[in-house]
């Protein structure tokens, strides 16, 4: 199963820092509408292919981060990505990867705690 992940342009991202809607820690955004936090890496979406040519890696409407780049060896300049023959206009921004907060684990059943007190309760105290 694949990680959902957020794109945000950079225009976008203007616009929620404006509004209040996000704040920026380090490289960690927080949607302050509904608390949610994302980890942020420069990415990049693809708008379309614009030499022509078939579209033979199937990029167009595809969001990639910085690292995915690399890994394909694709050239990004402003405002466009060059992988092989192929050139791609793009819209620069940010893609975030939601942060899995440490207390998010589940909290055991109010009945689970109440056996778990007992049997130590038993097991302390009944010979």
């Known amino acids: ?3 959902c992940r957020l794109f945000l342009s950079q225009v976008a991202l ?9 704040k920026i820690e380090g490289e960690e955004l927080t949607d302050t509408t509904t608390g949610h936090k994302f980890r942020l890496i420069t990415g990049v979406r693809f708008v379309s292919e614009v030499t022509g040519a078939p579209d033979t890696a199937q990029l167009v409407g595809k969001v990639k981060d910085a690292e995915q780049l690399e890994a394909l060896q694709a050239e990004l300049m402003s405002g466009s990505v060059v992988l092989g023959d192929n050139a791609y206009e793009v819209q620069e921004g940010f893609v975030g990867t939601p942060v899995v907060m440490a207390d998010a684990a589940p ?3 109010p ?3 109440t ?3 007992l049997q130590a309760f038993f097991l302390n105290n009944v010979k």
């Open 111 to 113: 009945r689970a705690a």
């Open 14 to 22: 203007d616009q929620w820092l404006g509004e209040g809607r996000a």
């Open 115 to 117: 056996i778990a007190s």
């Open 1 to 3: 199963m694949t990680m």
């Open 107 to 109: 909290k055991p059943k």
